[in-house]
């Protein structure tokens, strides 16, 4: 299925309802979040993480044939940032990624070059800005809008 089709989002959380049940009432993970494939579990207890981790990828490959991801699954302070649904997610703000920074900036040089029509750069800020309002991103926000009108 194609990825962000609604019908991968609902089958997602179907064939996942089992590890959430198995994380909130088996594990009793207090703080758990999932949205689709991707989770976060935050507890204060760096060892009980990783008690959890290696109990969550048994349960994964028992019953429901699936792996967790090598290089996306790790255990992170808070205070780092956690990497979820699109930001970087602190204690009280959250963050643009800075892939996506770079990506809007690379297109803005784009149309500078004229590579791009002013219809295409505009739909591509919309669709920028409606991602990034989300974040604590003004700052960010007001220099993307300054570089698109900068002559």
């Known amino acids: ?62 019953k429901l044939k699936l792996e967790l991801h090598k290089d996306k699954s790790k255990i992170v302070s808070l205070s780092k940032g956690v990497d979820f649904v699109g930001f970087r997610n602190f204690y009280y703000h959250k963050l643009l990624r800075k892939r996506n920074i770079k990506n809007i900036l690379f297109k803005i040089q784009l149309y500078k070059k004229g590579e791009i029509s002013k219809e295409k750069m505009l739909e591509i800020f919309q669709g920028f800005n409606a991602y990034a309002k989300w974040a604590d991103s003004y700052m960010v926000r007001k220099e993307v809008v300054k570089r698109i009108y900068k002559t």
């Open 1 to 62: 299925m194609p990825l962000g089709n609604l019908t991968s989002q609902f089958f997602a959380n179907v064939y996942l309802h089992e590890l959430d049940y198995f994380i909130k009432h088996k594990l009793k993970a207090k703080y758990y979040i999932r949205y689709v494939d991707d989770f976060v579990i935050l507890h204060k207890n760096k060892e009980q993480l990783e008690l959890w981790k290696e109990e969550i990828e048994k349960f994964l490959k028992e």
